[in-house]
């Protein structure tokens, strides 16, 4: 597969750093598994995954830079200390909830198993 390269970042973003929209602000949070430097941006009740989280799933973690082990942590530690309202919006797909991925994503429950 081929790609044009992509432009350099304005900025290198760090977790923590809160990023100004118009007169909202949005938390970086670094949510490493799908690839090192995947962030999630979260603020004002909503969370912009990425391809971190899914509604039912979760992202690939098969691709180079990636760790299953990894992607689950950064979700507990990222996500899921987030109320269970806050809305995700991902990368793909319908929208969610935190709560509800806490509740029934098979990858976050329990009901799939790690190797």
């Given at each position: 597969m081929r790609a044009e390269p992509m432009p350099?970042?304005?900025?290198?973003?760090?977790?923590?750093?809160?990023?100004?929209?118009?007169?909202?602000?949005?938390?970086?949070?670094?949510?490493?598994?799908?690839?090192?430097?995947?962030?999630?941006?979260?603020?004002?009740?909503?969370?912009?995954?990425?391809?971190?989280?899914?509604?039912?799933?979760?992202?690939?973690?098969?691709?180079?830079?990636?760790?299953?082990?990894t992607l689950i942590r950064s979700i507990e530690?990222?996500?899921?200390?987030?109320?269970?309202?806050?809305?995700?919006?991902?990368?793909?797909?319908?929208e969610t909830t935190v709560g509800r991925e806490?509740?029934?994503?098979?990858?976050?429950?329990?009901?799939?198993?790690?190797?």
């Open positions: 350099e970042p304005d900025r290198a973003l760090a977790h923590g750093d809160v990023l100004p929209v118009g007169e909202l602000a949005f938390r970086v949070r670094h949510a490493p598994g799908h690839s090192p430097g995947s962030v999630v941006f979260e603020g004002q009740g909503v969370v912009f995954t990425g391809d971190v989280l899914f509604q039912g799933s979760i992202g690939r973690a098969d691709l180079p830079g990636g760790d299953l082990e530690r990222e996500l899921l200390t987030l109320p269970d309202s806050t809305i995700v919006y991902s990368g793909h797909g319908p806490r509740h029934t994503n098979p990858f976050l429950t329990g009901a799939y198993r790690l190797g």
